[in-house]
């Protein structure tokens, strides 16, 4: 799926309906590159969601119990008639088809998928906060997000690692330790 901007111009970002929303998507266990990927072909399918930008790939250190193993990270920008309650529904039936326990929340998993923004929305709810409670803190999220905040720059070409990479030579490396 091409997600990058029609080169007629007769596309805008104003003539797509619905809601301008960022997901964290994240994987720590098995094949985490291929995890990510079938993870974003399944949101691009998902009615009522139009993909528009894909960040770049990043590979981090396990944070809060997250597991021995690091984890690969995304950000991609979406358009959705799903209202934000809706969209984190389909983002955790998502998470479950592709084996993510329930809880504890901050173990090991195949796919993590967070609702990081939603509009300009502030939501705090038992069941979804937005922005993301801990977006400031985690230079994981905020790294990949900076690549896709609308305003913000994409890749002329529309080049999106999660669809065309074929290696993980792609995937860029953060550290959480100060230098």
């Not at 104003?14 to 960022?22: L, N, R």
């Not at 396990?62 to 983002?91: H, K, W, Y």
């Not at 922005?131 to 905040?149: G, I, K, S």
């Amino acid at each position: 799926m091409d997600t990058s901007p029609s080169p007629t111009g007769t596309d805008t970002l104003d003539s797509i309906p619905g809601a301008v929303a960022y997901i964290g998507m994240g994987s720590n266990q098995g094949n985490r590159l291929t995890f990510l990927r079938q993870a974003h072909r399944v949101i691009a399918a998902y009615s009522g969601i139009h993909i528009e930008a894909c960040s770049d790939i990043y590979e981090s250190e396990s944070v809060e119990g997250g597991g021995p193993t690091n984890f690969l990270n995304a950000v991609i920008r979406i358009r959705t008639t799903l209202s934000a309650p809706d969209l984190l529904i389909a983002l955790q039936r998502i998470e479950s088809a592709f084996g993510r326990p329930d809880p504890p929340r901050n173990g090991p998993r195949t796919i993590d998928l967070d609702v990081l923004l939603y509009d300009e929305e502030t939501i705090d709810t038992v069941d979804l906060a937005v922005p993301h409670p801990r977006l400031p803190y985690r230079l994981f999220v905020l790294r990949p997000l900076c690549d896709v905040l609308l305003g913000g720059w994409v890749h002329p070409t529309g080049l999106n690692l999660l669809e065309t990479g074929d290696s993980e030579k792609e995937i860029n490396t953060i550290t959480n330790k100060s230098e």
